[in-house]
Protein backbone atom coordinates (compact mmCIF):
# COMPACT_ATOMS: atom_id res chain seq x y z
CA UNK A 1 0.00 0.00 0.00
CA UNK A 2 0.98 3.78 -0.44
CA UNK A 3 1.38 6.16 1.36
CA UNK A 4 -0.91 8.47 1.33
CA UNK A 5 -0.21 13.00 0.01
CA UNK A 6 -1.12 15.47 2.46
CA UNK A 7 -0.24 18.77 0.62
CA UNK A 8 -2.03 21.91 0.63
CA UNK A 9 -4.78 20.57 -1.58
CA UNK A 10 -5.51 17.91 1.26
CA UNK A 11 -5.17 14.29 2.04
CA UNK A 12 -3.97 12.50 -1.81
CA UNK A 13 -4.33 8.90 -2.48
CA UNK A 14 -3.74 6.82 -5.37
CA UNK A 15 -4.11 8.67 -8.64
CA UNK A 16 -4.60 12.07 -7.28
CA UNK A 17 -1.67 11.46 -5.22
CA UNK A 18 1.16 10.36 -8.17
CA UNK A 19 -0.54 12.87 -10.20
CA UNK A 20 0.63 15.67 -7.62
CA UNK A 21 3.62 14.37 -7.09
CA UNK A 22 4.49 14.19 -10.82
CA UNK A 23 3.52 17.98 -10.56
CA UNK A 24 5.37 18.85 -8.11
CA UNK A 25 8.35 17.17 -9.68
CA UNK A 26 7.86 18.97 -12.95
CA UNK A 27 7.70 22.56 -10.97
CA UNK A 28 10.85 21.27 -9.36
CA UNK A 29 12.66 20.44 -12.83
CA UNK A 30 11.31 23.50 -14.04
CA UNK A 31 12.85 25.72 -11.32
CA UNK A 32 16.41 23.96 -11.57
CA UNK A 33 16.32 24.47 -15.51
CA UNK A 34 15.28 28.15 -15.20
CA UNK A 35 17.86 28.90 -12.45
CA UNK A 36 20.43 27.03 -15.03
CA UNK A 37 19.18 28.90 -17.81
CA UNK A 38 19.86 31.90 -15.87
CA UNK A 39 23.03 31.26 -14.86
CA UNK A 40 24.23 30.39 -18.60
CA UNK A 41 22.76 34.09 -19.36
CA UNK A 42 24.89 35.66 -16.70
CA UNK A 43 27.72 33.18 -18.20
CA UNK A 44 27.44 34.92 -21.26
CA UNK A 45 26.81 38.50 -20.18
CA UNK A 46 29.91 38.15 -18.19
CA UNK A 47 31.88 36.53 -21.22
CA UNK A 48 30.47 39.51 -23.47
CA UNK A 49 31.52 42.10 -20.96
CA UNK A 50 35.08 41.12 -20.19
CA UNK A 51 35.53 41.18 -24.25
CA UNK A 52 34.24 44.97 -24.32
CA UNK A 53 36.31 45.21 -21.06
CA UNK A 54 39.29 43.98 -23.14
CA UNK A 55 38.43 45.75 -26.32
CA UNK A 56 38.34 48.78 -24.23
CA UNK A 57 41.47 48.53 -22.99
CA UNK A 58 42.99 47.82 -26.51
CA UNK A 59 41.49 50.53 -27.72
CA UNK A 60 43.11 52.76 -24.98
CA UNK A 61 46.63 51.25 -25.15
CA UNK A 62 46.41 52.11 -29.13
CA UNK A 63 45.18 55.33 -28.38
CA UNK A 64 48.08 56.20 -25.89
CA UNK A 65 50.73 54.60 -27.66
CA UNK A 66 49.15 57.35 -30.85
CA UNK A 67 49.51 59.84 -28.34
CA UNK A 68 52.74 58.93 -27.06
CA UNK A 69 54.38 58.72 -31.04
CA UNK A 70 52.41 62.55 -31.69
CA UNK A 71 53.86 63.70 -28.87
CA UNK A 72 57.49 62.49 -29.86
CA UNK A 73 56.66 63.67 -33.19
CA UNK A 74 55.98 66.94 -32.17
CA UNK A 75 59.06 67.18 -30.20
CA UNK A 76 61.26 66.29 -33.04
CA UNK A 77 59.67 68.49 -35.37
CA UNK A 78 59.81 71.67 -32.47
CA UNK A 79 63.63 70.61 -31.96
CA UNK A 80 63.99 70.40 -36.30
CA UNK A 81 62.58 74.04 -36.43
CA UNK A 82 64.88 75.35 -33.41
CA UNK A 83 67.68 73.64 -34.87
CA UNK A 84 67.01 75.02 -38.18
CA UNK A 85 66.64 78.52 -37.09
CA UNK A 86 70.28 78.42 -34.85
CA UNK A 87 71.49 77.59 -38.20
CA UNK A 88 69.76 80.24 -39.85
CA UNK A 89 70.90 82.55 -37.22
CA UNK A 90 74.75 81.53 -37.80
CA UNK A 91 74.39 81.56 -41.39
CA UNK A 92 73.25 85.21 -41.40
CA UNK A 93 75.66 86.02 -38.71
CA UNK A 94 78.17 84.33 -40.62
CA UNK A 95 77.11 86.21 -43.62
CA UNK A 96 77.23 89.85 -41.92
CA UNK A 97 80.67 89.23 -40.46
CA UNK A 98 81.63 88.14 -44.05
CA UNK A 99 80.07 91.76 -45.34
CA UNK A 100 82.03 93.27 -42.72
CA UNK A 101 85.73 91.91 -43.42
CA UNK A 102 84.84 92.35 -47.32
CA UNK A 103 84.12 95.99 -46.39
CA UNK A 104 87.00 96.19 -44.41
CA UNK A 105 89.52 95.04 -46.74
CA UNK A 106 88.09 97.23 -49.35
CA UNK A 107 88.08 100.41 -47.07
CA UNK A 108 91.62 99.24 -46.75
CA UNK A 109 92.12 98.93 -50.20
CA UNK A 110 90.75 102.33 -51.17
CA UNK A 111 93.04 103.99 -48.03
CA UNK A 112 95.97 102.28 -49.53
CA UNK A 113 95.05 103.53 -52.79
CA UNK A 114 94.59 106.98 -51.70
CA UNK A 115 97.22 107.22 -49.51
CA UNK A 116 99.75 106.05 -52.36
CA UNK A 117 98.92 109.22 -54.41
Given at each position: ??????G???????????S?E????A????????????????????????A??????????????E?????????????????????M?????????????????????????????
Open positions: MLDVYLTEGVLTGSSRLQTREKAVLERRQEAERRQRDLTRKREVLERITALRKEFEVEQESATVGAEEIASEKFVADSREAARSRRADQNEEVASTKKQHRSQDGKNTKR
